[in-house]
C-alpha cells in the first residue's frame, strides 16, 4: 500500500498507532488513573508512552477527548528525558507528523504543542522542581530506578490536579522495588505486560538470539527481556546472586545422576505438583542440576510415566522418590510404568527446612552448579524461609532438588565412582 500513496498520506498511515501498534501498547478501557506499562529491554515502552503523552496533548481518542494543557515528563535524570524520551529514535519528536509536531525548547525544558498543550521536563534526582507545578497528565519513564523514588512519586502525585480526571502512565523495566510493587496490586492501576521477543519486529535478528541465547531464563533475563519482577525473601536459605554464580552451560563428564521425585501431597490447588528434578555429580564431587519436569494436575500413572523418561533419557543411575505420601503405593506406581528402573525409597523425618539446610550449605560452598536455567525452580529456592514458600504453595520442585542432592552428595554411599570402574 505505501508505495502507492503520496509522501503526505503515507507519513499519515506510517503513523496511525492503532494501526501498527500491538495489544498491549493501547490503553485499556475504561481508563484507570494509572496506566503502569511493564516490559523487557526493547519492548517497546518507550514509543507507548510516547504516543499515550501525543494522544493526551492532541485529544486524539482513546486517549482523550480533547488537549489535555499541562504534562509532566519525568526521567531518571533531564538528561534521560531529553535524550529518550523527547529525541530518542521512539520519542515524542520522532513519532508526530509534520504539523502536529510540538517545539522543543530545552532552554526551557519544555514541549508546546500546537493545540496550546505544553509538557514540562522533570528529573527524579530533584523531588522539589515538582512542588508547584500542576498538570492534568504525566508519564513517568524507568520508575523503578529512580533516585529518590517515593520522594519524588509523592511529589508527582500532589501535583496531578488539572481537569476532572488527571491520569498517568509509567513505562518501567520492572525491579523488585516497593513502590513498583504495590502499584501491581492498587486497583484504580492497569497494568500492562510485553517481553523483548514480542517487539522482534521492530529489533535486530541478532540481538534478539544474542541476549536470548545468553540472557535467557537467567534473573537478568527474566527481569530486562521479559519484564518479569523477580524477587528473593530476606530470610530464604538461597540467593539470587548465588544461583548466577553457579551457572554454567554444559555439564562435564558426570559419575553418577539421579532423577527425584516428589510425588503430589493431595489433589489440593496448593499441593498437586509432582516434583521431578535431575541432578548429577562429577568425578570432582561437584553436583549439577540437569533439569526441573515437575509437572502439574497429573495423574499418578502420568508423573509416574515421566519419571522413568527422565530416568532413560538421562541414563541415570536411580529413581529416588519420597514415600512418605503413599508410601508402598508410590513404589507400585513406578514398577507398574517400569519394573527394571532401580527405585531408592526415603522418607522424611525432618521438617522441609532443616532438609534444605545442608543442601543450600552445598551451595553456599560452591560445590554446585546449575546446567542451565530453571526459573521456577530458583523462584522456590529464593523465597523459601522458615515458614515456607511466600504464595503459601507446597515446595515440590525444591524438595525434588533437596532429594536428588541430598542422595548423590550427602548420603552415607555419596561418593562419587567413574562409570564403569
Keep these: 500500500m ?3 500513496l503520496g509522501a503526505e498520506d503515507g507519513e499519515v498511515l506510517q503513523e496511525f498507532w492503532r494501526l501498527w501498534s500491538r495489544g498491549d501498547q493501547q490503553p485499556l478501557e475504561p481508563p484507570k488513573p494509572i496506566w503502569l506499562v511493564l516490559g523487557g529491554r526493547g519492548a517497546g515502552k518507550t514509543r507507548t508512552g510516547a504516543e499515550w503523552v501525543k494522544g493526551m496533548a492532541l485529544g486524539h481518542p482513546p486517549f482523550a477527548d480533547r488537549p489535555t494543557g499541562r504534562i509532566a515528563l519525568v526521567g531518571e535524570t533531564q538528561g534521560q528525558v531529553r535524550d529518550v524520551m ?5 520519542g515524542l519528536l520522532a513519532i508526530h507528523t509534520r504539523w502536529e509536531r510540538p517545539s522543543w525548547m530545552p532552554s526551557l525544558r519544555r514541549l508546546e504543542w500546537p493545540t496550546g498543550a505544553i509538557a514540562q521536563v522533570f528529573s527524579a534526582e530533584d523531588p522539589e522542581a515538582l512542588r508547584g507545578p500542576q498538570f492534568g497528565a504525566a508519564w513517568s519513564d524507568e520508575l523503578a ?4 523514588l517515593q520522594e519524588c512519586w509523592d511529589m508527582l502525585q500532589f501535583g496531578l490536579r488539572l481537569g476532572d480526571h488527571p491520569r498517568q502512565v509509567v513505562t518501567t523495566t520492572p525491579r523488585p522495588v516497593p513502590l513498583v510493587k504495590r502499584l501491581l496490586v492498587e486497583p484504580h492501576v492497569a497494568v500492562s505486560r510485553a517481553r523483548t521477543r514480542d517487539n522482534c519486529y521492530n529489533l535486530a535478528a541478532e540481538f534478539v538470539r544474542t541476549v536470548t541465547e545468553t540472557y535467557g531464563g537467567t534473573r537478568l533475563g527474566r527481569q530486562e527481556l521479559d ?12 540467593t539470587r546472586t548465588q544461583i548466577e554464580d553457579a551457572r554454567e552451560g554444559a555439564p562435564p563428564a558426570l559419575a553418577r545422576i539421579a532423577v527425584a521425585v516428589d510425588p503430589p501431597a493431595s489433589s489440593s490447588r496448593r499441593a498437586d505438583r509432582c516434583g521431578l528434578v535431575v541432578a548429577g555429580i562429577d568425578a570432582g564431587g561437584i553436583g549439577h542440576v540437569l533439569e526441573d ?4 494436575g497429573a495423574r499418578p500413572h502420568e508423573w509416574a510415566e515421566r519419571a522413568v523418561a527422565l530416568y532413560r533419557r538421562h541414563e541415570a543411575d536411580a529413581l529416588v522418590v519420597e514415600i512418605n505420601q503413599g508410601g508402598e503405593m508410590v513404589e507400585s506406581i513406578i514398577r507398574e510404568v517400569d519394573a527394571g528402573v532401580p527405585v531408592v525409597s526415603v522418607r522424611a523425618t525432618r521438617g522441609k527446612y532443616l532438609r534444605a539446610e545442608p543442601v543450600a550449605a552445598l551451595y553456599a560452598q560452591g560445590r554446585v552448579r546449575h546446567a542451565g536455567a530453571f526459573p521456577a525452580l530458583e523462584d522456590e529456592m529464593c523465597s523459601f524461609g522458615p515458614s515456607g514458600l511466600d504464595n503459601g504453595r507446597s515446595p515440590d520442585r525444591l524438595d525434588a532438588l533437596v532429594w536428588a542432592l541430598t542422595h548423590l552428595m550427602l548420603a552415607p554411599k555419596a561418593r562419587p565412582r567413574v562409570r564403569g570402574m
Design 2 to 4: 505505501l508505495p502507492e
Design 293 to 296: 519436569a515437575t509437572l502439574a
Design 145 to 148: 530506578k529512580w533516585p529518590n
Design 86 to 90: 523527547i529525541e530518542g529514535i521512539s
Design 227 to 238: 519484564g518479569e519482577i523477580v524477587e528473593e525473601s530476606p530470610d530464604a536459605l538461597w
